[in-house]
């Protein structure tokens, strides 16, 4: 006891310490600071500051239990109370259950343990090798049913994707007589872009609609009531009526578009709109305007959206025709140019607009019409009139080509435009043909008689196979697929009809 009356701590603790540290020897791990000299108690210390000694002197020994070896600290440490976290240890000895075979985890106990892994063991069996994978079978039946058994396919989405489109048996309305849109064609149309449009243009009864039918889908010899693009009845025919109002569309298997038009400049829809009193629209005055308005209309309409335009005549050759095809080319919309592009670029640049190929058809031509003299002034003076327009009239079609002159040489024509002629379609007729004469002998009386052409199937078949063997520009500056067409040339028609161009030059004519 000290003077004070309290006992002394520090001298007590300090004699234990040596005396533990003297049996050690050398075998403390705790570093050169534990080999220090026993230093002397100090007892007026102690009495000056009794209650920080042993406060200072337990902090700086609770190391020396941590610096024991192994084989004592096993011995003398207290047994650790048992927490919760450890319970998850024995998962952690068993990895084992992430690497069981797919059929294996499928159950709920082995589904129940591997959520239960904590993510270290989960990180080493990764680092192993093994890592989930989705089943296979899910990605195949993706967009199917849910009900369908693994890998098997729909039958009926299966044969829906294979299907072709539906064929048409005949022409619907693009364009009605009204001069409205019509959105009935889009059903027949398809996300792809190879697709041939070929539109016609002709003055009244020059047969517009049997050329489009014969080159779309039917045969000369086929009952025309069947043609896919009707064609003038009888009774039309002796009222010198028009058979087609607005633009017919048809489109075939090898998706090529054919579009009929109804003929411009024509007198039977002028007599029409005089005899009917049909209201004209507010901004035409007198009806003719109106009928060469609804021309142009339809001409500028086939210059953008078409990749090749027949123009159809009965007879060599109308010069207010071509008058009519240049205007409409001067008033046909500019191409849609890219939005990246200045707007200050001029929309009639020749290098930036879009012309379609021109094809001039002489129909219903006669035998002279096929003689080779004739037949190279009429590509002299078609040459002549279309020098100075934009429109692709030569170098994409030739009759030399196709062998229906075999005489005549490639050079035998200065320049060829792409002109070609069909016969009568009923000049193939046996009755209709001259016969040799009964005493010219057995073997001259069962030749056929001469035509001076080739027959007319023949020449379809082949101004069929070069029209299809054309070239098909892009129409706009992107690539169009068909149902793109349908929609850039609903647009087309819409700019058309409101054509400030169109407008002026309608108020012009009046």
């Known amino acids: 006891m000290s003077e004070s009356g309290h006992s002394q701590p520090g001298l007590y603790e300090r004699r234990r310490r040596w005396n533990r540290d003297k049996e050690m020897g050398h075998q403390s791990l705790s570093g050169p600071g534990r080999d220090r000299d026993y230093v002397p108690w100090d007892r007026d210390r102690d009495r000056r500051d009794p209650v920080d000694e042993p406060v200072g002197t337990m902090m700086q020994k609770t190391p020396i239990i941590l610096a024991k070896p192994p084989a004592e600290r096993s011995k003398g440490a207290p047994t650790p109370t048992p927490t919760p976290a450890p319970t998850a240890a024995p998962a952690i000895e068993k990895p084992i259950v992430l690497m069981k075979s797919r059929e294996e985890s499928k159950g709920l106990a082995g589904a129940t343990e591997t959520s239960a892994q904590p993510p270290a063991a989960a990180a080493k069996v990764e680092k192993e090798g093994q890592r989930p994978t989705q089943p296979v079978y899910q990605i195949q039946n993706r967009g199917m049913g849910s009900t369908a058994p693994s890998g098997v396919m729909d039958p009926v989405v299966g044969q829906a994707k294979l299907l072709a489109p539906e064929k048409m048996k005949h022409s619907i309305k693009l364009v009605d007589d009204q001069m409205n849109w019509c959105d009935s064609a889009i059903e027949y149309l398809l996300d792809q872009t190879d697709v041939l449009v070929v539109g016609v243009l002709g003055l009244q009864g020059t047969g517009k609609s049997m050329v489009m039918s014969l080159l779309s ?36 298997q090898e998706r090529i578009i054919f579009l009929d038009t109804q003929p411009i400049l024509s007198p039977s829809i002028l007599d029409h709109l005089i005899n009917n009193d049909r209201k004209l629209p507010p901004e035409y005055n007198l009806p003719h305007t109106y009928v060469e308005m609804q021309s142009l209309q339809i001409a500028a309409f086939l210059f953008t959206v078409c990749h090749v335009v027949i123009v159809v005549q009965d007879w060599f050759t109308d010069l207010s025709l071509y008058r009519f095809l240049q205007t409409a080319e001067m008033v046909k919309p500019s191409t849609p140019s890219p939005s990246h592009e ?13 012309y379609p190929h021109i094809v001039f058809l002489l129909n219903k031509a006669k035998r002279e019409n096929f ?9 002299l003076v078609t ?14 079609l030739s009759m030399l080509e196709c062998n229906i002159f075999p005489g005549l040489p490639q050079s035998y024509l200065d320049t060829e435009v792409n002109l070609f002629l069909l016969p009568f379609m009923d000049t193939d007729t046996d009755d209709a043909l001259p016969r040799a004469a009964p005493g010219s002998g057995p073997l001259f009386s069962l030749l056929p008689g001469y035509k001076g052409h080739p027959s007319f199937q023949s020449l379809i078949a082949k101004l069929r ?19 793109n067409w349908f929609h850039y040339a609903a647009r087309i028609w819409d700019g058309v009809k409101k054509s400030s161009a169109l407008s002026e030059y309608s108020r012009l004519l009046a």
């Open 342 to 354: 200045s707007s200050g670029t001029s929309g009639s640049d020749e290098g930036t607009e879009y």
């Open 371 to 379: 003689c080779p003299r004739n037949l190279k002034q009429m590509h």
């Open 383 to 396: 040459d002549k009139i279309m020098m100075h327009s934009h429109l692709k009239y030569k170098g994409t």
């Open 217 to 252: 889908a039917n045969q000369p010899e086929e009952d025309q009531r069947t043609y896919v693009f009707r064609t003038q009845s009888q009774e039309i025919k002796e009222r010198g009526g028009n058979q087609t109002s607005g633009i017919d569309f048809f489109i075939t």
């Open 465 to 483: 196979s070069q029209i299809m063997s054309m070239s098909r520009p892009q129409l706009s500056h992107t690539i169009l697929t068909e149902k």
